[in-house]
């Protein structure tokens, strides 16, 4: 006879009490009351707990058994499916996404520089983990992720949102990868289709008219000379604001005039030889008694293991009167413009600026051949840059 509520409220006989099916109470003398499932799997007799009644009501208990009875009517062991998903539960809570994210982010610190690492970091801990950090990363859904990203962006933030995204998506590769998560959600997921279309934007940059009057500010310019020097070497190399602020001695060779930027720096990963100009020198010995015994050759005054912050050189410039008009990345752009026009070899241009040349056998090339040109080259700029500082309004 099958067990009812009011039964149930009343029972106190130690035994097992049949609800049919192989469901029973089982009563024990201390008066313990436990649900239990008797039933047969692969020729052997198991036994399934449910709870303790009256926690689990009689109409949960018997949900329970039902839904272990489908199982072995799909030739599935129900105490070796619980115990499958317990295991799954307990692999899911130890995998959220800031956990996992934290793991790529020290799997992937041999291939970033520190400033990017810190970077990417900072990203996730302010824009991802507030929101998604603490959730496991198989219940996560595209949504949850699409939504965190238009957030990003519709506080005027699209590049960083963009940014934020790729890196979301690439943790959940690496997962998968992993095996931390059995699939990728977020594959689906494509920028162009998430965020708004922006207009791209140069990077603002001088043209060859306004050169002298700049130069004749940054010479004026009463802020620390450390930024002046640095914003007079991002001048006289043509190389990019991150790769002079990041500079260390040990890559300049003084005697040979030469400045050599280990691949792992580079945009491109690449390493890439700057000759250096006579004033491109005359700057280093200058730099070199405020950090001449330290490892970078621009540290942060506030901390001085790691290089300038981004933002230093654009804020000089801003202070400067150039905000808007000038950028620290648009002097490469500047230096080419005026290179080609003084009719310089274009190829030589393109190899002082960096520039992945896709024909391997020209790529060769350059890196031997066009040496002694960038030399000349970059030299002719310093002259350059100097005459157009003494040059009068």
């Not at 965020?195 to 060859?208: D, F, G, I, M």
Request: positive net charge; aromatic residues 8%.
């Amino acid at each position: 006879m099958k067990l009812t509520d009011t039964k149930l409220r009343t029972l106190t006989e130690p035994g097992k009490h049949s609800d049919g099916l192989g469901l029973y109470l089982e009563v024990t003398k201390a008066g313990g009351r436990y649900w239990r499932m008797k039933y047969r799997f692969a020729g052997k007799e198991k036994r399934l707990a449910f709870g303790v009644y009256p926690d689990v009501t009689l109409k949960a208990a018997r949900e329970a058994a039902t839904k272990a009875r489908r199982l072995l009517q799909d030739n599935q062991d129900p105490g070796e499916a619980r115990k499958e998903e317990k295991a799954r539960v307990i692999h899911e809570s130890r995998n959220t996404l800031e956990v996992v994210a934290r793991d790529w982010l020290e799997h992937q610190r041999g291939r970033w520089e520190p400033v990017t690492m810190g970077r990417i970091q900072a990203s996730l801990e302010n824009d991802i983990f507030p929101a998604l950090g603490s959730r496991p990363m198989a219940t996560l859904k595209a949504r949850d992720v699409m939504e965190a990203v238009k957030a990003i962006e519709a506080r005027g933030a699209a590049d960083q949102a963009g940014r934020v995204l790729q890196r979301v998506k690439a943790i959940y590769r690496w997962a998968v990868t992993h095996q931390r998560i059995d699939s990728n959600p977020m594959l689906d997921l494509v920028p162009s289709e998430i965020l708004k279309p922006r207009t791209v934007q140069h990077r603002a940059a001088l043209s060859e008219k306004e050169l002298p009057e700049f130069m004749r500010r940054l010479a004026a310019y009463e802020g620390a000379p450390a930024i002046v020097l640095g914003l007079r070497l991002l001048m006289l190399t043509a190389c990019r604001p991150g790769e002079v602020r990041g500079a260390r001695w040990a890559e300049f060779d003084l005697k040979a005039a030469l400045w050599t930027i280990p691949a792992e720096r580079m945009k491109m990963r690449e390493e890439h030889r700057v000759p250096l100009s006579q004033q491109a020198l005359e700057v280093l010995d200058k730099i070199d008694a405020i950090s001449g015994g330290r490892e970078l050759v621009f540290p942060s005054p506030y901390y001085p293991s790691k290089p300038l912050s981004e933002n230093t050189f654009n804020s000089a410039l801003a202070r400067m009167g150039y905000k808007t008009m000038a950028t620290a990345h648009g002097f490469r752009a500047l230096f080419s413009t005026v290179a080609n026009e003084h009719g310089w070899n274009p190829d030589v241009i393109e190899r002082q600026l960096a520039h992945k040349e896709r024909n391997e056998i020209r790529a060769a090339y350059h890196r031997t051949t066009y040496m002694a040109d960038r030399t000349k080259l970059m030299q002719w700029w310093a002259d350059y840059l100097h005459a157009a500082g003494a040059r009068k309004g």
